[in-house]
């Protein structure tokens, strides 16, 4: 092997070639001997290879020894991990090479076993074990190790690039790029291993379960030295997510696209995956502009919300807190109710549905600005009528169904990581703690408004009326602020409608004041020390107060 000093340029002389995806394979090995380089393979690859009339060099005339155990053994062996691993500028590694008959690998070209693919059908444990790659990762690892003088190649896309630097370089390839390979291939078999780590987990966690276990594909964070998407996992058994936190994590990302910049024009972003293959990460553009961060992050919690509604919603968001929410018979309803209840707030929205739009509630939303809309999909008529808008951003966002699972906060210095609040309030778990029940209708309006609330940032307050918010006061120091703010804001009356708050009222002058607006009932968590005032409060006004037992602050 020969190499230029200054630019650390590696002529590629023998290429070991054993790949599960064969895409593109055979174009790239009939280059490489172009180059005149020797190619070794295995199994599949050799024969895929040599059925294209390409000469290759099974790996088990290089080791002397067969393939064996199913193909469990084929290339953990010295004459292939000492052809890896030897540094070709030191004397010692040179002479143990001639000593042992070991010749040098100079490129490696893996991709592993399809164990993500494989699990995600539901296959059966013993079935998934067999797709755990061993040799693979050994030989990724070896060579990237050594990348000083060995190139690996883990993914098809760098065919092209590898290509064409080779041809620049009459077949070697520069330092540079050797280092960027091998600090691919090093997360590449790190988030491998992670997939592994999280599905066995899983596999434990639902042992006397009769389906095999779930698993998502790459993903965020695992424990036990690594995992991935213990988000499915733990959805499944929610009373033993806090038991399985885990005391040691790793946060595996997949860079997707550079955006615009930050929440402002001077900060840096971009989008990255869990490899999951639904939320609004995964959601396709269909049309308008790009995506900006601050799209992204209201575009999120639009669809979280709607996706907490069963019946046919919309709702439009300013700054992640919900400007309109309403029900309706169908969608043009939905979003022109939702509109109603502050439509100065919703110019220059994010907008939401549960639902196909159509084309009628495509021309309404069009009727103002709007900045993103974003629905399961779209009538081939609503999408035309959305795309005459060329800055309206359009997301198709797939199965309108709550995340699950874990989610994380970063603050300095690490992460914080909770279950997601999933719960769902239900008329049997409402508690009447004043002289004057509810009426049915109130208590469908109370259960409507407590799911909005649940969405809307603390000290939340919502009012809402036929399944409609009237007002929406959010993120304010003081609850009974909130309570002013969602009067203040109100568009339509507010008499006879009903009042959630995300957590109970610490004083009762947050209820005497949503009593100056004729409120009929109100939705609290209860558990103040103060409780029997806020009741005697409500009881003066002759206001239905429920305690729900469990709070809703968003952060």
């Not at 790996?59 to 000492?82: A, C, N, Q, Y």
């Not at 995992?227 to 997949?254: C, E, P, T, W």
């Not at 009727?367 to 951003?393: C, G, H, M, Q, S």
Request: proline share 3%; net charge neutral; charged share 25%.
């Amino acid at each position: 092997m020969t190499a230029d000093k200054s630019e650390g340029l590696v002529k590629i002389r023998r290429a070991l070639i054993s790949v599960s995806d064969k895409t593109g394979i055979v174009d790239f090995a009939r280059e490489l001997k172009a180059f005149g380089v020797e190619i070794i393979s295995t199994g599949g690859t050799a024969r895929t290879l040599r059925d294209a009339g390409i000469d290759v060099r099974d790996v088990s005339d290089v080791t002397g020894f067969p393939e064996m155990m199913d193909g469990r053994i084929k290339t953990l062996h010295p004459k292939i991990h000492g052809g890896l691993l030897a540094l070709r500028d030191k004397d010692e590694h040179v002479n143990a090479m001639k000593q042992h008959g070991i010749e040098p690998i100079d490129m490696v070209v893996i991709n592993l076993y399809p164990f993500e693919q494989t699990v995600m059908t539901g296959a059966p444990l013993d079935e998934a074990i067999e797709q755990i790659d061993i040799g693979g990762p050994a030989m990724i690892r070896s060579a990237a190790k050594n990348y000083q003088h060995v190139a690996v190649i883990v993914s098809n896309h760098h065919f092209p690039s590898i290509l064409d630097e080779m041809k620049n370089h009459e077949g070697a390839l520069s330092k540079t790029t050797r280092h960027k390979l091998a600090r691919e291939a090093f997360n590449r078999t790190a988030s491998y291993d992670m997939m592994i780590s999280s599905y066995l987990t899983s596999a434990i966690l639902n042992i006397g379960d009769s389906q095999a276990p779930q698993f998502g594909g790459i993903g965020t964070f695992g424990g036990g030295g690594g995992g991935v998407n213990f988000n499915r996992i733990f959805a499944k058994r929610a009373a033993d997510q806090m038991k399985s936190l885990a005391d040691h994590g790793v946060l595996m990302l997949q860079k997707k696209t550079d955006l615009r910049y930050g929440e402002n024009p001077h900060q840096q972003a971009a989008l990255y995956e869990a490899g999951w293959d639904e939320g609004v990460a995964n959601a396709p553009l269909l049309s308008g502009k790009e995506m900006s961060f601050n799209n992204y992050v209201d575009a999120d919690a639009a669809w979280q919300l709607v996706c907490g509604f069963k019946e046919l919603a919309c709702a439009i968001i300013k700054h992640t807190n919900p400007a309109g929410v309403a029900l309706g018979a169908s969608t043009e309803q939905a979003y022109r109710r939702a509109l109603a209840c502050d439509p100065v707030s919703a110019f220059g929205g994010i907008v939401a549905f549960n639902r196909t739009l159509d084309e009628a509630a495509a021309r309404a939303v069009i009727e103002i600005f709007t900045e993103v809309v974003i629905a399961p999909d779209y009538d081939e008529a609503a999408l035309e009528v959305l795309k005459t808008k060329k800055n309206l951003r359009v997301l198709r966002g797939g199965d309108a169904k709550p995340a699950e699972g874990l989610e994380y906060k970063q603050i300095s210095g690490g992460m914080l990581l909770q279950t997601r609040d999933t719960h769902r309030l239900k008329r049997d778990d409402l508690k009447v703690v004043t002289k004057r029940a509810p009426t049915e209708k109130e208590i469908d309006d109370v259960l409507f408004a407590w799911s909005v609330c649940k969405h809307t940032k603390s000290n939340a307050i919502v009012y809402a009326r036929d399944k409609q918010t009237v007002g929406v006061g959010a993120g304010q120091m003081s609850r009974v602020d909130s309570v002013k703010i969602g009067a203040m804001r109100a568009q339509l009356p507010i008499a006879g409608s009903v009042l959630a708050s995300d957590a109970f009222f610490p004083f009762r002058d947050g209820l005497d004041e949503a009593a100056k607006h004729g409120i009929a009932a109100v939705v609290q968590p209860g558990g103040s020390v103060r409780d029997q005032e806020v009741i005697d409060a409500a009881d003066e006004h002759n206001i239905a107060l429920v305690f729900t037992g469990v709070r809703h602050f968003k952060h």
